[in-house]
């Protein structure tokens, strides 16, 4: 049997956990049975205050140094049906069209990381390929022409299947007009191995961040995105730093630094007359080694108004031990049922629920061992795996059956 060849299509490369997510199922499926490749819409991105090029990007790297190829039509920032660009359908080049249909017709079937990239697929003229897009929002009705681009695909019969990450994303995107028998939940996992407790990276960790062995420690690993609710994290960590004068807070993300002029008059707004508060807050922006600041730290926290998923952050900060407090939002309340605490939108209920974490942390501990196969890379990537293989296969996509 010959290998099955998978193009997936992404807006861009820009930090961010879909796109993490993304690369780890191309990883686990290229070679042998299935071959993967990418083609990228844009070449650089300018998201969350952050300069973000292609080449620099931590999904590329890992992306073409585990052997798949990828290559990008490098439009100027902001286009392609971006969230930040106006509403207005992008206008692609012919040369543009004329790579991507050299790209699908390469293709058996095409993945399309979120909606952006339908944009581009729905153009006339392009080679016909079953396209699977990989949806990972319950808030589709914030996604600009997106959704409609979404919706011209279904009804021109391009998609025929969607992969929702979550619970929250299937009823969102059904209630918005998709076939209920186009949607399959694949629930997100991540690598066990490189996301568990650790002794020595908790150690070395602090120890680089001159935070003391045992300071209670938060971390917030989001973008500096209005979705994300930064303001409120920022309301909550003084509210935090005020109760425990031995307490830290750690920011990570694109656009969680001190060059980050918006994020810098967000701080100085949420501590107000007690600047001093922020000598325990450390802004790391983008890293590589999130398995050691998680290592590192007690409590994850989510303060999103809107738009999370499954949000992984929470997974990978409790698979490393970390105590995960969100608010209610996507399939958050079931992630952190009996492995942490869900939380109303109020700084102080936040903060007190983020010392109620570090309290009863060893209490948390036996949920959180018995999850990780629950939240395994290796289930993940089958699921995906066989959806793809289904899909090949012609099974027509009402009969298309859910992926273990």
Request: glycine share 8%.
């Given at each position: 049997m010959s290998e099955l060849r998978v193009l997936s299509i992404y807006e861009g490369f820009f930090s961010g956990g879909a796109r993490i997510l993304h690369s780890d199922v191309l990883l686990g499926l290229h070679g042998g049975a299935q071959r993967h490749s990418v083609l990228s819409i844009e070449g650089e991105?300018?998201?969350e205050a952050t300069r973000q090029p292609m080449e620099e990007d931590a999904c590329y790297r890992s992306l073409t140094a585990g052997g798949v190829q990828v290559a990008a039509l490098r439009r100027e920032t902001g286009t392609a049906g971006s969230p930040d660009a106006a509403d207005a359908p992008p206008v692609f080049t012919a040369d543009e069209l004329a790579a991507t249909a050299r790209a699908t017709a390469a293709a058996d079937v095409v993945l399309s990381l979120k909606e952006q990239p339908l944009a581009l697929l729905n153009q006339a003229g392009l080679p016909l390929r079953p396209v699977v897009v990989c949806l990972h929002r319950s808030d589709p009705e914030n996604q600009g022409p997106a959704l409609d681009a979404l919706l011209a695909a279904v009804a021109a019969g391009r998609v025929q299947a969607c992969v929702c990450c979550a619970e929250s994303t299937r009823l969102a995107y059904a209630?918005?007009?998709?076939?209920?028998?186009?949607?399959?939940?694949?629930?997100?996992?991540?690598d066990l191995l490189r996301f568990r407790p650790d002794a020595s990276r908790r150690a070395s960790v602090r120890a680089a961040l001159g935070i003391p062995a045992r300071a209670p420690v938060v971390t917030f690993a989001a973008r500096w995105?209005?979705?994300?609710?930064?303001?409120l994290f920022l309301a909550s960590a003084r509210e935090f730093l005020r109760r425990d004068p031995a307490g830290y807070v750690v920011m990570c993300g694109a656009g969680m630094t001190a060059d980050n002029p918006g994020l810098r008059e967000e701080i100085a707004s949420a501590l107000g007359g007690e600047p001093w508060l922020a000598d325990r807050m450390r802004m790391l922006g983008v890293r590589g080694d999130m398995e050691a600041l998680y290592a590192a730290s007690d409590v994850v926290s989510l303060t999103s108004s809107s738009g999370e998923a499954a949000p992984l952050c929470l997974i990978e900060g409790m698979m490393c031990g970390a105590i995960?407090?969100?608010?209610?939002?996507?399939?958050?309340a079931q992630l952190v049922a009996g492995r942490g605490l869900l939380t109303p939108f109020d700084p102080e209920a936040i903060a007190a629920?983020?010392?109620?974490?570090v309290v009863r942390a060893p209490l948390f501990a036996p949920a959180l061992e018995a999850a990780r196969e629950q939240f395994s890379r290796t289930r993940m990537v089958a699921a995906y795996g066989a959806l793809l293989d289904q899909v090949h296969g012609g099974v027509p996509r009402a009969a298309l059956p859910e992926p273990l």
């Open positions: 991105m300018y998201r209630a918005a007009g998709v076939p209920a028998e186009l949607l399959h939940v694949i629930p997100n996992g991540v995105a209005a979705m994300k609710n930064v303001p995960p407090v969100a608010t209610d939002v996507g399939d958050c629920a983020w010392t109620e974490a």
